[in-house]
């Protein structure tokens, strides 16, 4: 069973940047794609981003790309997420998910993944 823990959300305003982190622990090694969503209050859970614990790339969604990275450090086992120019409409609870499969860039669909966190609240004022 694998354990996910966020960390890093809170208020801060448009333009700013914050960082938020997801910790893998139990039977982390099952797992090798790690993803970030999010969802807004009234919308569908959204996907932000991936990467996968033994490949070189990153992947990010059409409307964070540019402002938005996914990073690791699989010795820490603990996923990253640095947002940077925050905007207002990026509020919303994100959740770090984990998924058995091999993903790369094929991983925005929601259903791949077994494992989520309990989410973080990330709000951001004008």
């Known amino acids: 069973q694998v354990q996910l823990r966020e960390s890093g959300g809170g208020l801060v305003q448009a333009g700013t940047s914050l960082r938020l982190s997801c910790l893998e622990s139990?039977?982390?090694?099952?797992?090798?794609?790690m993803a970030w969503f999010r969802q807004s209050p009234g919308k569908e859970r959204e996907f932000v981003g991936c990467?996968?614990?033994?490949?070189?790339?990153?992947y990010s969604a059409e409307s964070v790309k540019g402002r938005f990275t996914v990073s690791k450090d699989s010795a820490k086992k603990t996923v990253y997420l640095q947002m940077n120019n925050l905007k207002t409409e990026d509020t919303g609870v994100y959740y770090c998910?984990?998924?058995?499969?091999?993903?790369?860039?094929?991983?925005?669909?929601?259903?791949?993944?077994?494992?989520w966190g309990q989410g973080t609240q990330v709000t951001v004022s004008s």
């Open positions: 998910a984990a998924a058995r499969g091999y993903y790369e860039r094929w991983c925005s669909d929601a259903a791949l993944f077994g494992s």
């Open positions: 139990g039977r982390a090694e099952s797992t090798n794609t």
């Open positions: 990467i996968t614990w033994t490949g070189n790339s990153a």
